[in-house]
């Protein structure tokens, strides 16, 4: 199975991404954990990165699209994967798009999960994360609402769509997301035994 999260900063999209990659046997790949581990390695990406991500700016596609491509040529990516916080812009939405148009395969469901504004800043200001101060949290949102919320559109169009109502408990939100990936498991287990 192959899964896209999009949600705002503070969604659940972490969370959640480690309970459906173990039930489900796939790969988890954020794009946020592998800038923030380049960041600790200072590496040259890393470095580059630090300075959006401290900003709550996106980082640029070029940088993004570079560290996805290896990662998704990785051996545990044959099984299937659940990209957490990538896409986020359009030029990014399309270019995945013709990555995996190359290698026929195609996208299986892109979840959106959905919460309220004072939702997310309860839940961030929780949180000591570098980037979770509040004029950040607030520039972060902005750049979802901005760059990311417009590939809602992109991937309804595409009949690729579930929205999942991203308020109550984890268990409550994971048990919403297994309804809707449940009978997807059973489709791509039936097409390759
Ligand atoms: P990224 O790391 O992706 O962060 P984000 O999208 O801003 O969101 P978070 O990771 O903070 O939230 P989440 O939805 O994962 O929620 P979580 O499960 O952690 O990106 C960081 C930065 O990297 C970006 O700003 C950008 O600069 C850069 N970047 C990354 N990808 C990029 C891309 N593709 N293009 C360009 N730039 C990119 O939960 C949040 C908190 O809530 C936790 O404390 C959790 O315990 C709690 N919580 C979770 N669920 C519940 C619940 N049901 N009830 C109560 N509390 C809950
Ligand atoms: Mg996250």
Redesign the pocket.
Known sequence: MRIVFI???????????ALVVERYGIAHL????M??AARDAQTEIGKL?DH??SA????P?EI?LQIVQDRLLADDCRRGYLL??????LA?AEALDQMLAQDSTPLDVVLE?RVPDEELFR??S??A?A??KPEVIRQ?LV??RQQTEPLLDYYQRRGLLQTID?????ED?FQRIQQVLDPLAERSARQQP
């Open positions: 949600g705002p900063p503070g969604a659940g999209k972490g969370t959640q991404a954020s794009t946020g954990d800038l923030r990165a959006y991500m709550g700016q996106l980082v596609d993004i957490d916080g990538f896409p986020r812009t990014q999960l839940r961030l929780g949180r994360r980037d979770d972060r750049a979802y991203g308020l109550g408990t984890v939100i």
